[in-house]
């Protein structure tokens, strides 16, 4: 049972998955452990082409494939734990931005990973990664969005388009959390 909202978060991911497609987690792990793929991103686009699966549930079922196959799992809040490692200075920011986010609605996946925090609505909306000891970054994805004040453009070939650069919890501004509201609505 969950213990925290990312562990809540992770347990109704893969509920979802068998609600979507039918199969549970073990029946998914099966599936991609028959393949004879060794890298990570040929395991994913093989989910996602010979079955449609979204980059998260890809990623979800690789990821506990491999727990699987090492005897052991990460929590979520372990993963989490694990990220703010040496970087605690900036754990109050993700708390905050994540406590603000989850008031969009109720629809939201939070799908901790090694290095950051995924965000999913129908489909990924933003990453929330502490990038360095002292910087913070909410990385969103607005396609056909200018750059505008705080919102820097990212590289074109990433899932996400844009970032947010943050030090402090005073920098979570009305700004910042209008980027990730419209962010939310546009991965309806």
């Excluded at 979507?20 to 060794?38: A, F, H, M, R, V």
């Excluded at 395991?43 to 079922?61: D, E, P, R, S």
């Excluded at 809040?77 to 905050?96: F, R, W």
């Excluded at 509201?181 to 309806?188: G, H, L």
């Amino acid at each position: 049972m969950a213990t925290n909202r990312v562990e809540k978060a992770w347990e109704n991911m893969i509920i979802n998955l068998q609600t979507k497609t039918g199969k549970s987690l073990e029946e998914w792990i099966e599936i991609i452990n028959q393949q004879p793929l060794t890298k990570t991103s040929d395991k994913v686009k093989y989910l996602k082409t010979a079955f449609g699966l979204g980059q998260g549930y890809a990623g979800l079922i690789i990821y506990h494939a491999k727990i699987q196959a090492a005897g052991k799992a990460d929590t979520p809040g372990q993963l989490v734990a694990k990220q703010y490692s040496g970087k605690e200075q900036l754990k109050p920011i993700y708390d905050k931005l994540l406590s603000e986010i989850q008031k969009f609605g109720n629809d939201i996946e939070v799908s901790p990973k090694n290095s950051y925090v995924s965000l999913r609505r129908n489909v990924q909306f933003a990453m929330l990664t502490p990038a360095t000891k002292v910087r913070f970054e909410v990385a969103l994805k607005l396609k056909n969005q200018e750059p505008n004040g705080i919102l820097e453009a990212l590289p074109k070939n990433g899932m996400c388009t844009h970032r947010i650069k943050l030090s402090s919890v005073e920098d979570i501004s009305n700004e910042v959390l209008g980027w990730l509201k419209t962010a939310y609505d546009k991965a309806d």
